[in-house]
């Protein structure tokens, strides 16, 4: 049967149900063992040792998000021979019988499971069972007490939560430990919270903390308590105190080490922000507690913790990224980089100062001189990637020609005037100025097409002179009609389309950027070798060689345990980590198990992403794998918002990983590598090969012509299936995707990030979503019914039963108010700091309009699955019979 399966490369679920088969032949045959000890044991009455097969029975159980059967089927056979030891030993004292069989910890573990996959009965029914065990362990008699409290917690009728309490109130203490005591106070509290006695809750959750302060999980729930009683206060100081005590308690919980606690981050800075005008008991909460956290449970937060350096939480927010900067130097780099520049463009636009920009050159200063080697790095290859790796004039040129056509195409008749006049003069301002001096640098030509190479002159000069005066003559005119401007717009976008497109596809990279091209680092695990030939006149001095080898790779060893332990880049090696995805990370990272950039690919390619030519480099990384990276360039409020949508996306599948059926159905969110080389530029990841979707009519023949097997394209198919799910849910939230959709070798679904469109008002747009034409006919109405809408609404559900703490809400917040700001700062200007809180002020109430609007989407997602399939593919669900 094993044979007859695909292979397991494809990632099914069809081995599934032989691998259990094989766990219980082992369980079995492991049993029959036990059984002949137990036999020998019994006719000398004395007792087996079996702590080594219990305990590796206990770590050998199936996933939690597994079907309840599976853990009964389990579990039922366990305690069937955990029966027959007791039964052969029944001449032994109680005591000496507990050390023979698992059975408390295999109901309680079922009981577990049954809650989680809220199927309450049946947890209480096999606790039921464990009375018959008339001695246990101190620990397995707490964890069935509370096991059974918080069944009737989550049950939450009146019958059941005042049987809890019964329960807690008539529970003998004294042979708990304190993390015991207190967890069983936390309980009592919530209990209590419940049935409406918040005074008295917030007293037991004060009493809990006071019996054991470093248990983390009262920290946190005392957390929840404090921000809802803060939701129903009126009283502005009462508020204020309640939401500092929250937060304070949020923060000592994720220093404690509880990690659920750190999804409540967003939700910490999203109360931060509302302590007025001016820093209050809030920032001062912040400013003392945030720092004493690891460093590292901020990294998928730096952006946010950027962009507070011209808020009220300024202070705060530097302190926490001075010491990210000191530990995680690479990490911050990327987005430190892009705001700073960003602020000081609006320093000199204004012709002030601000905080803002003095704060990030402070942090900018503080990495340069604490990481020198790794800053001069870092610096040369993104001034590399900046000036050799910019689009071609021509390229530039053809985009703001398209852009003027579509704004032509919606005039009927008439004359050009005001704005769109306008438009051709600033056009002209910026392409036609004034050549910079000469410098003295390799100019590359490819295909016809003028390749910017550092702002050179003799590159400049000869793009005037081929297009200044035809421009003039066309559009900067007195007198200029529709007609003719829509026809000569036609004219040159067809002839700098020709000359675009003899760009060859293909380049080497020591033709552009020579510098990159000579970039060679060492990776870090790598010493001289001992296998190197050694000088006959030298070989007395062998071993001293020998010696100072090893002393050498005691240091490199040292270094790379205090880089555990401290989660820095340890000494200043200037080596450079591939940027990889903004994901939250569960625990420090490894920084030595990070990949380290080696060189760059000899060659790059020219590829067409979003309508335009753009340069997409490969870097050789220490793990083996070419990390391939596009360069783009854009205007910086798109650019922020794709680093925030990436690291809400990021933050979302946190959260579905944490859901069962999510991880049933094997869901997951993830965005790409970003990262921001400037305020207008930006590194994007993406897979070694991809294929525009509208340029594959038929995937199946594209499917088949690519993959190996009929097992490959099926598994194709699931992927894609999955894909298409995530891809409709983001739209169906935060609207269209940017630009067109990309598809891999294995079947995901590449896209510009989330293109989030703004009316007038500032009120986000919906983005209705429908399956692409040509996914719908290849999926086919069977995987489109059976898999597409139902990880959709698994999502939906994931992330509205997650939705309830206030985190995911706060993030949201934070996310779109963050997008709006820039769409209107784009619009108007370099503001200063003051003039940015003015503005935030002024959007306060469409941020709040937005969050709601968000919440409603995501409610119309939790519809039923016919009507959902509906609305996404226009298919009729199948009548009831």
């Not at 007791?86 to 573990?109: C, E, G, M, T």
């Not at 983005?767 to 999926?779: D, R, T, Y």
Request: proline share 4%; hydrophobic share 40%.
């Amino acid at each position: 049967n094993w044979q007859a399966l695909p292979g397991l490369s494809t990632g099914g679920q069809a081995h599934i149900g032989l691998l259990r088969v094989f766990q219980r032949l082992v369980e079995l045959r492991e049993s029959g063992h036990v059984m002949v000890q137990v036999s020998d044991h019994t006719r000398s009455r004395t007792f087996p040792d079996l702590k080594n097969l219990l305990q590796s029975w206990r770590e050998r159980q199936p996933n939690e998000w597994d079907d309840l059967c599976v853990f009964d089927d389990l579990f039922v056979w366990r305690n069937h021979m955990f029966a027959a030891i007791q039964s052969n030993f029944h001449y032994a004292q109680p005591s000496d019988l507990a050390q023979l069989h698992d059975r408390p910890w295999s109901v309680i573990k079922l009981s577990k499971v049954a809650r989680k996959q809220k199927v309450p009965e049946v947890g209480l029914a096999s606790l039921s069972k464990i009375y018959s065990v008339t001695t246990m362990d101190v620990v397995d008699a707490y964890a069935k007490l509370r096991e059974q409290i918080v069944t009737c917690l989550e049950d939450g009728s009146a019958s059941l939560l005042q049987g809890g309490l019964n329960i807690i109130n008539n529970t003998n203490l004294e042979y708990f430990n304190s993390e015991q005591k207190a967890e069983l106070f936390r309980l009592k509290a919530m209990f209590l919270e419940k049935v409406g006695n918040r005074a008295k809750a917030n007293n037991h959750f004060c009493q809990a903390t006071m019996i054991s302060p470093s248990y983390a999980r009262t920290w946190e729930s005392w957390g929840v308590h404090c921000n809802r009683m803060s939701a129903q206060e009126s009283d502005v100081v009462k508020k204020k105190q309640l939401q500092a005590q929250a937060l304070g308690c949020f923060l000592e919980s994720i220093r404690l080490g509880w990690g659920k606690a750190r999804m409540k981050l967003p939700l910490i800075i999203d109360l931060v922000r509302k302590d007025g005008e001016l820093p209050g008991l809030l920032v001062k909460t912040l400013a003392e507690k945030g720092p004493l956290l690891p460093e590292w449970v901020w990294l998928p937060y730096i952006s946010i913790l950027l962009n507070g350096l011209g808020g009220i939480e300024a202070e705060a927010c530097k302190k926490i990224l001075s010491k990210i900067v000191e530990k995680y130097p690479q990490s911050v780099f990327w987005p430190l980089r892009a705001y700073y520049l960003k602020r000081r463009d609006a320093q000199a636009a204004q012709g002030g100062g601000t905080s803002s920009k003095d704060h990030a050159e402070e942090l900018m200063t503080a990495l340069r001189r604490s990481h020198p080697r790794l800053f001069a790095n870092l610096e040369l290859v993104v001034e590399e990637l900046l000036s050799r790796f910019r689009p071609s004039l021509e390229e530039e040129l053809l985009l703001a020609v398209t852009a003027l056509s579509k704004r032509i195409d919606q005039l009927s008749t008439g004359e050009v005037t005001g704005p769109l006049k306008n438009a051709f003069k600033s056009i002209a301002e910026r392409f036609f100025a004034s050549p910079a001096p000469q410098k003295e640098k390799k100019k590359s030509k490819k295909g016809g097409s003028v390749v910017a190479d550092g702002g050179e002159a003799e590159a400049k000069n000869r793009f005037n002179e081929l297009y200044e005066g035809p421009f003039t003559d066309h559009f900067l005119v007195a007198k200029l009609t529709v007609s003719a401007a829509r026809t000569r717009l036609k004219m040159w976008s067809d002839s700098l389309g020709r000359t675009v497109s003899r760009t060859p596809r293909k380049v080497a990279l020591s033709e552009v950027s020579p510098r990159l091209a000579g970039m060679n680092f060492l990776p870090c695990d790598l010493w001289p070798s001992t296998d190197a030939p050694v000088d006959p006149g030298e070989a007395s001095s062998s071993n001293r060689d020998t010696r100072a080898l090893a002393q050498h790779a005691a240091q490199q060893a040292v270094a790379a345990h205090e880089d555990v332990k401290g989660g820095s880049s340890g000494s200043d090696d200037g080596l450079i980590n591939i940027p990889d995805a903004l994901a939250a990370p569960t625990q420090a990272p490894r920084m030595e198990l990070a990949p380290k950039l080696l060189k760059f690919a000899s060659t790059f390619e020219i590829v067409e992403r979003e309508g335009e030519l753009r340069r997409r480099v490969g870097m050789v990384g220490s793990d083996g794998k070419v990390h391939h990276f596009v360069v783009g360039f854009s205007t910086y409020d798109l650019i922020s918002t794709q680093i925030g949508a990436a690291s809400l996306t990021d933050y979302l599948g946190s959260v579905v990983s944490h859901d069962l059926q999510s991880r049933r159905r094997h869901l997951t969110l993830q965005a790409p590598a970003l990262a921001p080389l400037s305020q207008r530029a930006m590194l994007r990841g993406e897979p070694a090969h991809l294929w525009r979707l509208s340029d594959v009519p038929d995937i199946g023949a594209f499917a088949r012509r690519i993959l190996a097997s009929p097992e490959d394209v099926f598994c194709f198919r699931r992927t894609l299936a999955r894909e298409t799910a995530y891809a409709l849910v983001m739209q169906r939230l935060f609207g269209r995707s940017e630009g067109e959709m990309y598809l891999d070798g294995n079947g995901a679904l590449v896209s510009g990030g989330l293109a989030l469109a703004f009316d007038d008002s500032g009120i986000l747009r919906e983005g209705g979503a429908e399956i692409p034409a040509a996914v719908k006919e290849f999926l086919g109405d069977l995987l489109v019914r059976g898999a597409v809408v139902p990880a959709m609404s698994t999502l939906a559900k994931a992330l509205a039963s997650s939705s309830e703490g206030g985190s995911i809400g706060a993030y949201v917040g934070m996310f779109l108010s963050a997008a709006l700001f820039e769409y209107h700062a784009a619009r108007s200007g370099n503001k200063t700091d003051e003039e940015a809180r003015e503005l935030r002020k002024t959007l306060s109430g469409r941020d709040e309009s937005n969050v709601d609007g968000w919440k409603a989407r995501l409610q119309a997602l939790l519809v039923d699955e016919d009507d959902l399939l509906k609305s996404v593919s226009g298919v009729n669900p199948v009548p009831n019979k």
